[in-house]
């Protein structure tokens, strides 16, 4: 296990690296800088400005001294909100995002991985089709329309929660369903599909051919191995969710880091952007090094190398 976390913490410098490297340069590609505005300002101001931020340095010496500053974990001050650091920005937004997508998450395996055990046992039974048919709409309505339909009905045929806002459990539960759904129908489908091949599996076979209770089957030999592709999920997943999404927080107005996704690259805010950029590298990456390790606990056949 040390090597494998040691081998791993290797790979993620030079993964985090790499990221930097090849988003410094598109950004620097892309037509437009963080100096550009609707309305043109005095040459002489945008000069101070380039001087101000560096802008106005060779390509070298911009990438050595931003690749510097990460290094030392300072991510310098936003180009659009400039009273904010890049750290300040994200040790605001990301708890609330962090809070968001851990609800979410929750929401999603409390109704996914049942629903996908259910639709296994009770294969081409109308359970199995009921519960798919809404895994498949799961997957394919975008979140604005899910978190349409919620506010119609939760707002304002039934006010039983706020449109939006944060501050109170409450204001967590709606954004939490509309942004888990897609999650949960995922997870349904990869334990339904987890539990068909395992269910076929010649020990299952003989724990039944023991006596032991269709429940006892299930949960005690079958499930373990059967949510081996629903981690494999989590990884990306996790990161994905965590960091927030944009068009849910956009929409219940949750001060997260979803939005500041899109003003960044949006408003062409290096800084900033660079910043969530290599924090969903290493949210990513993390993800992924805890899903390895879980395999060997969901499944002792898988040795870490």
Same mark, same amino acid.
């Given at each position: 296990?040390?090597?494998?976390?040691?081998?791993? +913490?290797?790979?993620?410098?030079?993964?985090?690296?790499?990221?930097?490297?090849?988003?410094?340069?598109?950004?620097?590609?892309?037509?437009?800088?963080?100096? !550009?505005? @609707?309305?043109?300002?005095?040459? *002489?101001? @945008?000069?101070?400005?380039?001087?101000?931020?560096?802008?106005?340095?060779?390509?070298?010496? *911009?990438?050595?001294?931003?690749?510097?500053?990460?290094?030392?974990? !300072?991510?310098?001050?936003?180009?659009?909100?400039?009273?904010?650091?890049?750290?300040?920005?994200?040790? *605001?937004?990301?708890?609330?995002? #962090?809070?968001?997508?851990?609800?979410?998450?929750?929401?999603?395996?409390?109704?996914?991985?049942?629903?996908?055990?259910?639709?296994?046992?009770?294969?081409? +039974?109308? &359970?199995?089709?009921?519960?798919?048919?809404?895994?498949?709409?799961?997957?394919?309505?975008?979140?604005?329309?899910?978190?349409?339909?919620?506010?119609?009905?939760?707002?304002?045929?039934?006010?039983?929660?706020?449109?939006?806002?944060?501050?109170?459990? &409450?204001?967590?539960?709606?954004?939490?369903?509309?942004?888990?759904?897609?999650? #949960?129908?995922?997870? &349904?489908?990869? %334990?339904?599909?987890?539990? $068909?091949?395992?269910?076929?599996? !010649?020990?299952?076979? %003989?724990?039944?051919?023991? +006596?032991?209770?269709?429940?006892?089957?299930?949960?005690?030999?079958? $499930?373990? %191995? #059967?949510?081996?592709?629903?981690?494999?999920?989590?990884?990306?997943?996790?990161? +994905?969710?965590?960091?927030?999404?944009?068009?849910?927080?956009?929409?219940?107005?949750?001060?997260?880091?979803?939005?500041?996704?899109?003003?960044?690259?949006? *408003?062409?805010?290096?800084?900033?952007?660079?910043?969530?950029?290599?924090?969903?590298?290493?949210?990513?990456?993390?993800?992924?090094?805890?899903?390895?390790?879980?395999?060997?606990?969901?499944?002792?056949?898988?040795?870490?190398?």
């Amino acid at each position: 296990m040390i090597r494998f976390l040691v081998s791993r +913490g290797v790979w993620l410098v030079i993964t985090l690296w790499a990221v930097f490297t090849v988003s410094f340069c598109l950004m620097r590609a892309v037509p437009g800088g963080p100096l !550009d505005r @609707e309305r043109r300002l005095d040459p *002489q101001i @945008e000069r101070n400005l380039a001087a101000r931020y560096h802008l106005d340095d060779p390509f070298w010496k *911009q990438y050595s001294r931003e690749l510097g500053n990460v290094i030392r974990f !300072d991510l310098g001050y936003s180009y659009r909100m400039a009273d904010f650091t890049v750290n300040e920005i994200i040790a *605001q937004g990301l708890p609330v995002s #962090a809070a968001l997508g851990g609800a979410a998450m929750l929401f999603a395996l409390l109704l996914g991985i049942p629903a996908g055990i259910v639709s296994a046992v009770r294969r081409n +039974g109308p &359970a199995d089709r009921i519960l798919m048919t809404a895994a498949t709409l799961g997957i394919a309505l975008p979140n604005f329309v899910i978190a349409g339909f919620a506010i119609i009905l939760f707002v304002f045929l039934v006010p039983i929660f706020p449109a939006a806002g944060w501050g109170t459990p &409450a204001h967590i539960v709606l954004p939490a369903l509309c942004l888990g759904a897609p999650y #949960a129908a995922y997870i &349904a489908r990869l %334990t339904r599909t987890g539990m $068909l091949d395992v269910l076929r599996a !010649d020990y299952i076979r %003989t724990a039944r051919a023991k +006596g032991l209770s269709p429940a006892a089957v299930i949960f005690r030999h079958a $499930l373990r %191995t #059967a949510l081996t592709p629903v981690v494999s999920f989590m990884g990306p997943a996790v990161a +994905g969710i965590v960091t927030g999404s944009p068009v849910v927080e956009k929409i219940f107005a949750i001060p997260g880091l979803g939005v500041h996704f899109v003003e960044a690259a949006i *408003q062409r805010d290096y800084t900033l952007a660079m910043g969530l950029v290599l924090l969903f590298t290493l949210l990513l990456y993390g993800a992924n090094v805890l899903v390895d390790a879980a395999y060997v606990l969901l499944d002792p056949r898988v040795k870490l190398r």
